[in-house]
């Protein structure tokens, strides 16, 4: 059936009743036509395209631009949402919608509908074919298209590529889709994936429900609002009393990180320090990857040993500071605090998003709270200073480099 594109980019990712609640989209009708090319057009691409589209729906003097990238083997295909704030991956073998915020960071699998049809065209309408035009240069065959709820105009190459429809879609909403660009590079197998360490989240089957991580710890509670022990100044420190926000020893810490949206409990994340490699290691609850991060080279790894995959990356944080090094900038220490037994001093902080946050790092450089607005983002459970072995931070040379997904 034709599906409802327009419909999609009008109402791509609404929040459902929850506030932060993962971003659904319409569910596709995706599979690959086995009728001959002649009685109707392709309605999947041969060959891997990225297109970008205006789209404007019915009672919107506003076109939208929305990617869309195409698998050629004609059963994968991926719908970026607007200003990087998800996307959804279609797989129609499998018949599953994978819907990914890259906010939360958290995606979700949800059942597909499949039809022997793509994205805009399916077996169940009515075809006729009218002659050819061009468009961004590329040649394309004209169809007039009639359904059960309309008419509608379209263009699509000989390989499947939709250029142009315009005119009633199958649920009666009227528009034009047309295509602002088209380009035949080899897609990446991570195109079509979730990216590394992003969580699974299972949506509410019932009202009153709540969202459930699918690899939830049962011992996770959720995080309760807490304020540090206010000092008596809120004034900028001295530069020479800046604080460490590197640790300065080895250490062990197991952490409770927020829930990803609200109703879901805390995860557990363990970071691993080695000042001697200056390597952190961080291993995260129900995800069975785990990172290496070399400050030295700036180099970020992402190891998955039992799928024998290693993802590199630019290693973030332009603030980590070497050894005996002490933050940079203007610093206001707000408050103090004892998180999992040690003591720690509580600084204003502004986040790479501009958010204020309260940081409590210990006088030696190991963070062990991270406050907001009264309510915890990150809290230290558990402390331990000991010597971290060179070999926690080895990356197996068995593992095959896998490039990584577009967030």
């Known amino acids: 059936m034709l599906y409802n594109f327009r419909a999609l980019c009008s109402s791509f990712y609404k929040k459902k009743s929850y506030t932060g609640s993962i971003l659904i989209g319409t569910t596709f009708f995706v599979a690959l036509s086995a009728y001959a090319q002649e009685k109707h057009p392709l309605f999947m691409p ?5 297109v970008v589209y205006a789209v404007q729906p019915e ?6 631009k929305r990617k869309i990238y195409f698998s050629g083997n004609g059963t994968l295909f991926r719908i970026d949402g607007p200003n990087n704030i998800g996307f959804t991956l279609i797989d129609s073998a499998k018949q599953t919608a994978t819907v990914v915020s890259n906010k939360s960071r ?13 994205l805009f065209l399916d077996e169940s309408l009515h075809f006729r074919k009218k002659g050819t035009d061009r468009i961004l240069g590329i040649l394309c065959h004209h169809w007039s298209v009639q359904g059960t709820k309309g008419h509608s105009d379209v263009c699509v190459t000989d390989e499947g590529i939709l250029l142009r429809q315009e005119g009633m879609d199958i649920d009666g909403i009227d528009g034009k889709t047309e295509a602002l660009s088209v380009q035949f590079d080899a897609l990446s197998p991570s195109t079509f994936q979730v990216p590394v360490g992003y969580q699974q989240v299972r949506l509410p089957q019932q009202k009153g429900e ?11 509670q959720p995080l309760s609002p807490i304020q540090a022990k206010k000092s008596e100044n809120g004034n900028k420190v001295d530069a020479s009393q800046n604080p460490f926000i590197t640790p300065q020893r080895d250490v ?6 927020a829930g990803p949206m609200p109703g879901l409990p805390p995860f557990h994340q363990r970071m691993r320090w080695s000042v001697e490699q200056w390597k952190q290691r961080i291993d995260s609850q129900g995800i069975d990857t785990y990172m290496i991060t070399d400050y030295r080279t700036q180099r970020l790894t992402v190891l998955n040993p039992q799928l024998k995959k290693k993802t590199e990356l630019v290693a973030p944080g332009a603030s980590i500071q070497g050894a005996g090094k002490r933050a ?4 206001v220490k707000v408050g103090e605090a004892t998180v999992a037994g040690q003591f720690c001093n509580e600084w204003e902080v502004a986040d790479t998003e501009g958010n204020i946050n309260d940081v409590c790092y210990t006088n030696d450089g190991v963070m062990l709270r991270v406050v907001r607005n009264n309510i915890p983002l990150v809290v230290a459970l558990k402390v331990v200073y000991a010597h971290q072995d060179a070999g926690l931070y080895k990356i197996p040379s068995d593992l095959k480099m896998l490039a990584p997904a577009h967030p």
């Not at 969202?211 to 939830?216: A, G, H």
Request: aromatic share 6%; charged share 20%; proline share 7%.
């Open 106 to 118: 958290v995606y979700t699998v949800i059942p597909s509908k499949s039809g022997k049809g793509g």
């Open 59 to 64: 009672n919107s003097s506003l076109a939208q």
């Open 210 to 220: 709540s969202p459930t991580l699918v690899s939830p710890n049962a011992n996770a």
């Open 46 to 50: 041969k060959r891997d395209v990225t």
């Open 252 to 257: 062990d810490v197991v952490y409770a990180i």
């Open 328 to 331: 940079e900038g203007d610093y």
